[in-house]
């Protein structure tokens, strides 16, 4: 069995970036960001298999880190995984 893993991309309505990643077969998979409408970073972190894990970093309006969230399992599972059909699209 192969795997899928495809780059995903979303733009906010005036063309700017707002989301990078990966998905692999069908599910978001590896390191995401998220930016603000001005290009600024707003959240960074890793998914597995569509579950987000590990350290999260926020970011403030200036592109400072403001908090790091260590997401627990348990925590992360509950949502459920993030997957193609969830994606802002």
């Known amino acids: ?37 001005d290009g600024t970073k707003l959240r960074s972190g890793h998914f597995s298999k569509g579950v987000q894990v590990g350290e999260w970093t926020t970011y403030d ?11 627990k399992k348990t925590a992360a599972y509950a949502a459920g995984p993030l997957t193609d059909a969830s994606l802002p699209r």
């Open 1 to 37: 069995m192969t795997e899928s893993i495809e780059p995903y991309r979303h733009h906010h309505k005036d063309g700017s970036l707002w989301i990078v990643g990966q998905t692999r077969d069908g599910q978001a998979d590896g390191y995401w960001e998220w930016f603000r409408k």
């Open 61 to 71: 309006k200036t592109g400072k880190v403001y908090k790091v969230t260590t997401i």
